[in-house]
């Protein structure tokens, strides 16, 4: 009997997955907010998998589960993910309240448009404890991890103890993007967040305008930065800087620091109605990579103060100086971006200006050119900023984990797998220097557009990808 027939054919795979993933998508799960999906998880490793989860004070979740008879003297493979999502949002969603509204349409899983769907790494945690839950796989002892707060830094894996990595010879990361992919290093993150006091004024005796930059893809930042998305901050920050007579009351835009901005807006007054020809010029550029941006201006009820012509001056210069895009493409790992810089999101709290960016970089000097650059700038036009980090997990292509994965790959489908590095955060750069010998790589089910509202998973690639994993617990 094949290994498919024991899962039950693709059909059942699809479903078992799928029903897995609605399961753990059934609460909120913003990073730093996992408390009652982590119960979740830990209710099905005790009732599915018999398992004895421990929690940590981070609500970090450690199972480990005994070999099948006969394979006790295997090598012990943890299997990893992240438990949180980054909440995209439309519409009157509220990511800290309520859940993803999953929906199964036109051969894709994907949220109901209000939303990102959280398959990042939602996806991948599921086909992981789906697939052992069928009892149909002989596997050595296995270690099961789910970790918190990925998305901001991955802020849970720093915190796992070492102690939960020693004796494990093998870590296989279930966060890759791309079916048929093998990631063997990953880029350093650096999350800056800049701030500088409000300065403000009475309003002038003009006109008030609001001016709303939308319909951009948005998307991953590390991920999607090469595609030549519009950044909508970027493009309405230009536009400002050049409005003659324009005084600013407002502007704002994007979700977080990791995500590429899909909208931004601002209220401004104005002697008479913007033209937006320029704009709409620069629009036009991006007609290709991000068919669906557009900008609109109406008439608005203005508010009673606006920025101080000093303020708006320094803060349009701060947004159209930081960097945004590809810096340099990665000269080990041909094809796949080297650093990049994306300014995510921009807007009034708390009485300041705040503006978050995120670089990333395979190569700790590039990462420090564009830091240097952004601490010059801010330190220009008088912002603050925090910071927070995280290495790069070096990539070698003889890697013995992926080898595995690509000799079940290859049985499976007659191809090899790619294995290479990617220029995203993951947590085996973190886990690298808890546990130096701990060989580890990474895989993942297709996914398209994560960190959007577009975000959605092909289901009929989950079977290929349950597959695999099956395969390499067999494998080890």
Known sequence: MTLLDRLGGRQAIRQGVEDTFRLLSRHPHPSHGEVLTCGDYAAFLREKLGGNPVEDHVHNLLCPLPATPGREGRPRLILQGHMDMVCAAAGDFRPEAD?????????????????????????????????????????????????????????????????????????????????????????????????????????????????????????????????????????????LAGLPGGRIAELSGGLTHNAIPAWAEAAVFAPEEPDLTLLQNALALYRQADPGLRVTCAPAEGPEEVWTATFQAHVLAFLNGLYHGVYTMDPAFPGVVGASAN?????????????????????????????????????????????????????????????????????????????????????????????????????????????????????????????LLAGTLEAL
């Open 343 to 467: 300014l995510g999101k921009a807007g009034a709290t708390g009485g300041t200006f705040q503006v978050c960016s995120f670089l990333r970089a395979a190569r700790r000097e590039e990462e420090r050119e564009l830091a240097h650059r952004h601490e010059a700038l801010a330190a220009a036009h008088g912002f603050t900023g925090t910071v927070t980090d995280y290495p790069g997990w070096p990539g070698e292509r003889n890697n013995p984990l992926a080898a595995v994965l690509d000799r079940v790959w290859r049985a499976q489908t007659g191809r090899g797998l790619d294995i290479g590095a990617v220029h995203v955060g993951l947590e085996p750069s973190v886990f690298q220097d808890k546990c130096p010998a701990l060989v580890m790589a990474s895989t993942g089910p297709d996914i398209l557009d994560a960190h959007s509202v577009d975000e959605r998973a092909p289901l009929d690639t989950l079977p290929d990808y349950v597959l």
């Open 99 to 239: 859940p993803v509204s999953i929906v199964a349409k036109d051969g894709f899983l994907r949220s109901d448009g209000r939303s990102s769907l959280g398959a990042d790494n939602g996806l991948g945690n599921a086909a992981v404890l789906w697939l052992l839950s069928t009892g149909q796989v002989a596997h050595g002892p296995l270690t099961l991890l789910f970790t918190t707060a990925e998305e901001v830094g991955l802020a849970g894996a720093k915190e796992v103890d070492p102690a939960w990595l020693a004796g494990s010879d093998y870590l296989l990361n279930t966060d890759g993007f791309h079916l048929g992919r093998a990631i063997v290093g990953s880029a350093s993150g650096r999350r800056e967040t800049w701030s500088r006091p409000l300065e403000l004024e009475p309003a002038p005796p003009l006109p008030a305008w609001r001016l709303t930059l939308s319909g951009g893809l948005g998307g991953h930042s590390g991920d999607d930065i090469h595609r030549g998305r519009g950044n909508p901050i970027k493009l309405l920050s230009g536009y």
